[in-house]
């Protein structure tokens, strides 16, 4: 899954897929699942007083780095911007967090 996202006046490919989780681990040194599941609810909703948002923005630069592998170390890559509105860009990434999260099969 692909998505282009505008961040700053730039467009910002981001994609999700199978290497995600291992690449997550290798760059942060974190399971990409147990950080996710800390900010989760029982009911599997995000829980707001759990929110790490560093979490996001590594989750940011994970997807983008698998759409463009000439991107740079995360720090220097949001460098990059003058303005990285992560809430708004929280809400873009929901559906390829969730393409990693969720099973196909019916």
């Known amino acids: 899954m692909e998505k282009t996202i ?19 681990k290798m760059q942060f040194g974190k ?21 790490d948002f560093e979490t996001f923005y590594n989750l940011a630069w994970v997807f983008a780095k698998a759409a463009d592998k000439s991107i740079p170390a995360p720090l220097e890559w949001l460098e990059t911007f003058e303005s990285f509105p992560l809430i708004e860009i929280i809400g873009e990434l929901e559906e390829l967090l969730l393409s990693n999260l969720e099973s196909k099969k019916k």
């Open 6 to 24: 505008t961040i700053d006046g730039k467009q910002v490919n981001f994609k999700s897929n199978g290497s995600i989780p291992l690449r997550y």
């Open 31 to 51: 399971d990409f699942f147990a950080d996710i599941m800390k900010m989760m609810k029982k009911d599997g909703e995000v829980n707001p007083e759990n929110i």
